[in-house]
């Protein structure tokens, strides 16, 4: 009973965003939301295709729109002691194609545009071509449910490309339920090979060597156990292990030594090892207490081989309103140290071989709290005639949300987005 107010379509679109977060969640574990929607092109889901029982074959469509700002005094590029003012608006549109009853196509297409005071200063000219950029990104996914009826294969591969940065990536996903519906694992792999041009602050231009490796690989492997515990309780523990090599530090990062002190052209560019492991560890716990209230919890431990450990707890409360609207407050706190490597603006030593005052690496904790609603009528919000051959598209739901972020560095942040759904017959 308590199960029809959150129907398993509605769990399966949740267990679909738990592993699109979980990256999201292992590659920022320092910094605030990012205000990006990063796909993972194949869904690891053992979900009937199409996914939704009340989609009868139709084709789905997602719009999504972000707007972030942030601020702060603490920037990377001047050392830990600038500006970190920042602005991304991200459209984004996400497909989901039925070809028959277990064979679907997804896309996620879109881009980021970003105008960053910091970067601004890596040439320590206002309105310079680096104060803003243009994020392009775009991943595609095939999976099908095969003969059993409990597991689905997937695969998927994508593309991002910007000024200074451009990444391919690549993944393979597998999931399987229990006979009763009441288990479920699913394994995704991803490899992403990235490529940098290196970028220095002017005065250091031509004063170290230009040249160097300028390639990341990122291998991740995620993991996800989910289960019914009772008619009110489910539970998913997940890890996304993540291994790094090559290029992890940012060259127009500076730092500034106690033994030169802060005057321009004194700095060096930020130096990281070329290797890094991350080991985090999730519990993912939703209650359902009534008809109308749905609790849900996260909690995430989180350690890495640059000395960083990290405690992230997440609430979100479901309550519906009418049988249409939902209201959902949500609240996260995560706190981290320091990785070893990091130290403020002029209190690095330049006997240390690597050193950054990038305060995404710091010693901090953090609030993020806000509001989101979604209103989904049965019959849709609304009916039109698309210019493909006169058929008609409906407004299935609309979801928007807003989010305030406050970390103890200062820096302050606000997210607001919107997700409208459409499907096509």
């Known amino acids: 009973m308590h199960f029809s107010f959150f129907p398993a379509a509605y769990r399966t679109v949740a267990a679909l965003l738990v592993l699109a977060l979980l990256p999201a969640l292992a590659w920022a574990q320092a910094t605030p939301t990012p205000n990006r929607v990063d796909g993972y092109g194949a869904p690891a889901t053992t979900a009937p295709s199409p996914g939704n029982p009340s989609n009868h074959g139709e084709t789905e469509l997602n719009i999504l729109m972000s707007y972030y700002e942030q601020d702060g005094n603490h920037g990377a590029v001047e050392g830990g002691i600038g500006t970190q003012h920042l602005t991304d608006l991200t459209p984004t549109i996400i497909l989901n ?90 394994v995704a792999g991803q490899v992403f090979l990235d490529r940098a041009t290196i970028i220095r602050p002017e005065e250091l231009r031509g004063i170290v060597p230009e040249d160097g490796d300028n390639t990341r690989q990122s291998y991740n492997l995620n993991i996800v156990y989910s289960q019914v515990l009772t008619q009110r309780l489910q539970l998913a523990v997940s890890t996304e292990l993540v291994a790094q090599n090559g290029l992890l530090s940012t060259p127009f990062h500076r730092v500034y030594f106690k033994e030169t002190g802060g005057a321009l052209g004194t700095a060096r560019t930020e130096v990281l ?47 519906k309103v009418t049988p249409f609207f939902v209201l959902y407050p949500f609240y996260r706190y995560h706190t981290q140290t320091a990785a070893d490597y990091f130290a403020p603006y002029l209190q690095h030593s330049i006997s240390e071989q690597y050193y950054t005052s990038d305060y995404d690496l710091a010693d901090f904790s953090a609030h993020k709290v806000g509001l989101g609603l979604r209103y989904s009528p049965v019959y849709g919000i609304g009916r039109f005639k698309t210019p493909f051959g006169g058929r008609v598209a409906k407004f299935k739901a609309l979801d928007l949300r807003y989010a305030y972020y406050r970390q103890s560095s200062g820096l302050t942040a606000s997210l607001v987005s919107a997700d409208l759904s459409f499907t096509l017959p």
């Open 273 to 319: 090892p070329r290797r890094r492991y991350k080991y985090p560890v999730g519990l993912r716990l939703t209650y359902y207490a009534t008809d109308l209230v749905q609790l849900r919890g996260f909690y995430r431990f989180y350690n890495d081989n640059f000395g960083i450990s990290a405690h992230t707890l997440e609430l979100e409360t479901p309550v």
């Open 97 to 186: 194609v039925p070809l028959d009853s277990v064979t679907r196509l997804s896309a996620n297409l879109g881009m980021d545009y970003y105008a960053s005071a910091s970067t601004d200063r890596i040439n320590q000219v206002n309105s310079s071509p680096s104060s803003s950029d243009t994020r392009f990104h775009a991943d595609l996914g095939y999976s099908r449910q095969l003969a059993d009826k409990r597991t689905v294969v997937g695969l998927g591969a994508g593309v991002s490309s910007e000024y200074d940065y451009f990444s391919v990536n690549a993944t393979a996903s597998w999931a399987r339920a229990s006979q009763d519906g009441n288990r479920e694992l699913s």
